[in-house]
């Protein structure tokens, strides 16, 4: 089983950018796909982007955040970064990482193991 800490939330203006980690403890962390997804007040949980496991490495974005958001991994350190620019008021929500035991980085329906979230706040 994989733990998942996410961190490096804050708050920041529109058109700034912010870089979000999340950190994973346990084993195999290579062997997870790892994603990013929101929630914003009175919203439904949006997924935002994933990798794929180490031996694929394949990102997905949803629209909204195409060209302007990088997912990266770093195995070494197991961690997943989520770095955001040209933030827009429309970003502002929780955001959450999750990991899923597949090799492929297409959004997932759901994640096998999810951690806390850390608070993205972009004023306009």
């Known amino acids: 089983e994989v733990q998942l800490q996410a961190s490096g939330g804050g708050l920041v203006q529109a058109g700034g950018s912010l870089r979000v980690s999340c950190v994973a403890s346990g084993d195999r962390f290579a062997d997870y796909a790892i994603g990013w997804f929101r929630q914003a007040p009175g919203k439904q949980r949006e997924g935002v982007s994933c990798?794929?496991?180490?031996?694929?490495?394949?990102?997905s974005y949803i629209d909204s955040v195409k060209g302007r958001f990088t997912i990266t991994r770093d195995n070494t350190k197991n961690t997943v970064y989520l770095q955001m620019n040209k933030l827009k008021s429309e970003d502002t929500a929780v955001y959450f990482c999750?990991?899923?035991?597949?090799?492929?980085?297409?959004?997932?329906?759901?994640?096998?193991?999810r951690g806390q979230g850390t608070q993205v706040t972009v004023s306009s």
């Open positions: 999750g990991a899923k035991q597949t090799v492929t980085g297409a959004l997932p329906g759901d994640y096998d193991h």
């Open positions: 990798i794929g496991a180490a031996a694929n490495g394949n990102t």
